[in-house]
């Protein structure tokens, strides 16, 4: 999710896409062709919700998201984890939302 959303919207202009996981994209398009969508039922889905919610610019949801994943109650460090996890998707949601604007000054 981190690395294929800005990579996205990178090459959204770009004829010679370059994608980084061909599995990832297409369960996401398909995702997003479904009219409706059920609750979670698997990480995979928690992941695709995340995403989407990552496309949109709505970071709290992305975070909430992955956050109620059972995963996290394993980890002893989970709060250093969650930590690392939030500032990394800080970093993506910016590099995703300034990559358009950044090409069409390059442009």
Known sequence: MLLEVPNMTANSHDVNRRVVN????????ISERQTFTGPHKNIRDHIITA??????RDLQKAFDVIKSL???????NKDSVLETLTAKIKEDTLR?????YF???IL
């Open 22 to 29: 061909k599995n990832f994209r297409r369960y996401l398009e």
């Open 51 to 56: 995403t989407q919610a990552f496309k949109q």
């Open 70 to 76: 059972d995963m996290w109650r394993n980890l002893k």
């Open 96 to 100: 995703t939302y300034f990559f358009p």
């Open 103 to 105: 090409l069409l000054a």
